[in-house]
């Protein structure tokens, strides 16, 4: 019997990637300069929301998404927060709800007026305080509103309630800064990459490290649950410093299931996973390329299907929600790409080439919708329960009920598990030291300054009294 080939039959085969021409792009943004490895945007159906470049504070935009073209450099701003803002996501079940983490250790909630910001807005309708070092990452839970975790430079995640607006949990399992956080579909696991570099498993309402791994082969930088496959996926790098991704079992974190070794570039690779077409997508910050695959159960796991590449680097990439792709289109995902040097951001749709111009149900099945399937009392009481499915055929566009109330609370000491995180601070790193002996510097300098411009007019003053006291008048 002759050799053959063996051929994948897989209807993703041929997903190419779309750029939205220049006027449906959003030009003229000034992106923020920071280095931290996230991405500094957030998307969903109404409003895309940008970290930019700011003076004496952290800001970030918020546009409606039918207003594309160039922004005005004067446009309004949310800037209320007084460190550099690193991390912003929208609430999955209120589309006018943000949050957003700030290097001023708070954690803020922000309610955007419909049709966009008319001017700055400063006032947050919940500010968050229990991190005693700024804070690095904020994420909602998958499954139950107004639940939200926050994870910061002091070492710890924490779990607030919005209803009451507080911290109701506190994850104390790591030994260093947290990179990366991803939900399980039901929320009922947390996956996290630290700076240690160990992958853990954790059940968040107690706090339990169910699996860890620790990783000396492959030094995990980012961490994505593989939907309902009881499987992970990490990017990071190898002992050779090539850029990699493994695949691990959740159950058992001894051994990872493959390593596959991507490219030799430096920039730190995100991890994308669509749970409804099983695909996962990798791009990498400083890269203009994103390469696709498809995520099998069996041997070999992951087939690599195509990549879309681009001259322009990009600094991170929101993503949009399915219920706000085009379906139409046959619109499977949906980047926003931020380009840093043309202050661009360029929507990328991922498409399926199709003739029909029918729905497709074959690549939309049925998809989380935006309507919660626990309150935080009954997640935190410990019920699991799966998302609440939406179709896309009809329907999709229709808008959650739910509307956010802040609640009243004065400021106080942060009591969890009987630890005050306001004064529990971990030992400065050594970043952080040479941050505050170049400030101390500065400082002395600006009062060196300021005593040199007093002994100038003092002299000047001297000099004046004594002009007057030989001039001929006294005489």
């Not at 990498?284 to 590449?309: A, C, H, Q, T, V």
């Not at 497709?360 to 626990?374: S, V």
Request: some cysteine.
């Amino acid at each position: 019997m002759s050799w053959r080939p063996q051929y994948r039959s897989s209807k993703f085969r041929n997903v190419y990637g779309k750029v939205a021409s220049r006027e449906h792009c959003f030009d003229g943004i000034p992106i923020t300069k920071n280095v931290h490895d996230n991405h500094f945007c957030a998307v969903n159906a109404r409003f895309l929301a940008i970290v930019t470049e700011s003076a004496g504070g952290g800001s970030f935009l918020v546009i409606p998404l039918e207003q594309t073209g160039r922004i005005e450099p004067n446009y309004p701003k949310v800037c209320g927060h007084q460190g550099n803002v690193l991390d912003i996501k929208w609430n999955p079940f209120i589309e006018n709800i943000i949050a957003s983490c700030s290097e001023d250790t708070s954690v803020r909630i922000w309610e955007i007026p419909e049709g966009g910001l008319k001017r700055n807005m400063t006032e947050a309708v919940l500010e968050l305080y229990g991190h005693s070092r700024r804070v690095g990452l904020v994420e909602w839970h998958p499954t139950t509103n107004n639940i939200l975790f926050s994870a910061g430079y002091d070492y710890k995640v924490l779990i607030w309630n919005l209803d009451i607006g507080e911290p109701v949990k506190m994850i104390d399992c790591h030994t260093d800064v947290i990179l990366c956080v991803s939900f399980n579909t039901d929320g009922s696991l947390l996956a996290t990459t630290c700076k240690d570099k160990k992958l853990r498993v954790v059940e968040p309402r107690s706090g339990r490290v169910l699996q860890e791994a620790s990783c000396k082969n492959h030094r995990v930088n980012r961490v994505v649950f593989l939907g309902s496959t009881k499987r992970l996926l990490t990017t990071g790098v190898s002992r050779w410093n090539t850029r990699q991704i493994a695949l691990w079992d959740q159950e058992d974190l001894s051994m990872p299931l493959i390593e596959e070794e991507i490219d030799g570039l430096s920039g730190l690779l995100f991890p994308f996973y669509d749970a409804d077409t099983h695909m996962l997508y990798l791009a990498g910050k400083g890269d203009g390329n994103i390469r696709y695959y498809e995520i099998g159960s069996e041997k070999p796991y992951l087939s690599y299907l195509m990549e879309f590449r681009s001259p322009a680097p990009q600094k991170g990439l929101g993503v949009m929600p399915k219920h706000g792709l085009d379906v139409s289109a046959c619109e499977v995902f949906r980047f926003y790409k931020l380009v840093t040097l043309k202050g661009l951001i360029e929507p990328i749709s991922m498409i399926v080439p199709r003739r029909s111009e029918t729905y497709q149900e074959d690549i939309y099945p049925m998809t989380p919708g935006t309507e919660p399937a626990l309150t935080p009392d009954e997640w935190l009481s410990g019920v699991n329960r799966d998302p609440i499915l939406m179709s896309l055929k009809e329907g999709y566009k229709k808008t959650s009920k739910i509307v956010f109330k802040a609640p009243v609370r004065e400021k106080k000491s942060v009591m969890v598990n009987g630890i005050d995180l306001l004064e529990n601070v971990p030992p400065r790193t050594e970043n952080e030291l040479l941050r505050m002996f170049f400030r101390q510097q500065d400082e002395i300098r600006r009062l060196k300054d300021e005593l040199s411009q007093k002994d100038i007019r003092i002299r000047q003053l001297q000099l004046e009294l004594k002009n007057l006291r030989n001039s001929p008048k006294n005489n």
